[in-house]
């Protein structure tokens, strides 16, 4: 029985509590529910403090810079004329007045005077008109300057021949007075002309020293020529010639169309080949002044034979030098216009007073 009263008082007294602590919550919010002033913006509100004005701006009094008199003359004025004057307690004296110097004409450039006209050794050459020499085949202008001791630029003077000084078979090619007829060239190989000065004792002089200035080979000897044609091998030969380079025939001798001749042979061969002497003999001519030949070799063989070798890269012989059959002499150049390195070689005889051309096909072996 004490149980159950002691558990009813237990929940009498829960209820009383319970009761109590619902009377005592409030029926409305303790705090404002309206805006307010500040909110939301992130600034706190603190408490406004009264501005402060600064005082008036006042600018300081002014100052003073000390000075003081500085002792010294003045200058002269400039229309004063004065020549000194006191100058910080010294003395000045004014530079001289500027004076140009005085104009001196140049002097006269003396008058020209041209200088004299060359003549060359031996005395002036002639110009006038005189004798004609007949172009024949195989002859150039430098052959017919060389045989008739005539300088090549009188030759073309005379006839108008242009500035490359172009010949053609038949042409008759007028000399000056002064030409002597030194007798056949390789490339002059005509008949003299009448009117031309010959030495007195009816002897051909010897040729002029080529460009090199090495004496010239003595004039080979004129034995009467064996029968033959121009063209063709002689019935006997007493000169045995070799090849002087072996290579490809790349132009023919004769006639090779324009009015033009090929009085030789052109045999391709590699450049810088080794060309040999075709026979024993005697160097006549080294260089390069003979038109349309390029570098040039002539030997001269007994019993009137002659060979040319032309458009050589290098010559390794001199003038006047003797020379064995197969002996070097130069080598293979690229001058001669055959679209490859080649040579050009003649094999001339003479018959007379003539070199005659020969077909070297002819007279070397096969």
Do not use: K
């Amino acid at each position: 029985m004490r149980l159950s009263n002691w558990l009813t008082a237990v929940l009498l007294v829960g209820g009383a509590l319970a009761t109590t602590a619902c009377a005592s919550y409030p029926t409305e919010p303790r705090y404002s529910t309206r805006p307010m002033t500040g909110y939301g913006s992130g600034v706190a509100n603190q408490p406004q403090s009264p501005a402060i004005e600064p005082p008036p701006y006042e600018a300081p009094p002014p100052s003073t810079v000390p000075y003081e008199s500085i002792e010294g003359g003045a200058l002269p004025p400039p229309s004063s004329g004065a020549t000194t004057g006191n100058l910080n307690g010294g003395t000045y004296s004014p530079p001289p007045a500027y004076q140009p110097p005085a104009y001196t004409p140049p002097a006269a450039e003396p008058a020209y005077v041209p200088p004299p006209a060359y003549q060359p050794p031996g005395g002036p050459v002639s110009t006038s008109a005189g004798a004609a020499y007949t172009i024949r085949s195989g002859d150039t202008i430098s052959g017919v300057g060389r045989r008739f001791q005539t300088p090549v630029q009188t030759l073309i003077d005379l006839n108008g021949l242009g500035p490359r000084g172009a010949i053609t078979v038949g042409q008759d090619i007028i000399l000056p007075d002064s030409a002597v007829d030194t007798g056949p060239d390789p490339y002059a190989t005509g008949p003299a002309p009448r009117g031309v000065m010959v030495p007195e004792n009816g002897m051909a002089p010897p040729p002029p020293p080529p460009p090199s200035g090495n004496p010239a080979a003595p004039p080979p000897s004129r034995q009467p020529a064996s029968s033959g044609q121009v063209g063709t091998a002689p019935i006997s030969s007493s000169v045995a010639l070799q090849w002087p380079v072996r290579g490809e025939i790349v132009r023919r001798f004769g006639p090779v169309g324009m009015g033009e001749r090929n009085n030789g042979i052109n045999i391709g061969a590699s450049a810088g080949a080794s060309v040999v002497a075709s026979a024993d003999g005697r160097v006549a001519y080294v260089g390069d002044d003979l038109v349309g030949q390029g570098l040039t070799v002539l030997i001269v063989h007994r019993d009137g034979w002659r060979t040319v070798y032309g458009h050589l890269g290098s010559a390794t012989v001199d003038d006047g030098a003797d020379v064995r059959a197969g002996q070097q002499i130069g080598t293979v150049g690229l001058t001669a216009g055959d679209g490859r390195p080649s040579i050009h070689y003649e094999t001339r005889r003479m018959q007379g007073d003539e070199p005659v051309a020969i077909d070297p096909l002819t007279v070397l072996p096969r």
